[in-house]
Nanobody
Framework: QVQLVESGGGLVQAGGSLRLSCTVS????????MGWFRQAPGKEREGVAG????????YYADSVKGRFTISQDNAKKTVALQMNSLKPEDNAIYFC????????????????????WGQGTQVTVSS
């Protein structure tokens, strides 16, 4: 099992930036994709970014492409989500998740294929 702990959420003005971090521990050797998901009140969970832990290929949802960057630091066992040019519609709880299914540039497994999840961190963007 993989344990995930997110940090870095908070309140920021529109146009600002935040950096989320996910610390990974436990049995990570079957993890092939790390993803960031978000869920806003009354909306469905959305996969926003993913990174293939072998190839470092990255996936981005159209809603965040060009603004968000996912990265991994294998030495520190962390996965980060750099969020720039934030918009009020980015308001959500952000979750880090781990999957045994590979992801790539054009594919992020659906949330149901991610077996391990963090507790979430709130991102609030004021207009």
């Amino acid at each position: 099992q993989v344990q995930l702990v997110e940090s870095g959420g908070g309140l920021v003005q529109a146009g600002g930036s935040l950096r989320l971090s996910c610390t990974v521990s436990g049995y990570i050797y079957s993890t092939y994709c790390m993803g960031w998901f978000r869920q806003a009140p009354g909306k469905e969970r959305e996969g926003v970014a993913g990174i293939n832990t072998d190839s470092a290929q990255t996936y981005y949802a159209d809603s965040v492409k060009g603004r968000f960057t996912i990265s991994q630091d294998n030495a520190k066992k962390t996965v980060a989500l750099q969020m720039n040019s934030l918009k009020p519609e980015d308001n959500a709880i952000y979750f880090c998740a781990a999957s045994t299914v590979r992801c790539g540039t054009y594919y992020l497994p659906p949330g149901g294929r991610f077996g391990d999840w963090g507790q979430g961190t709130q991102v609030t963007v004021s207009s």
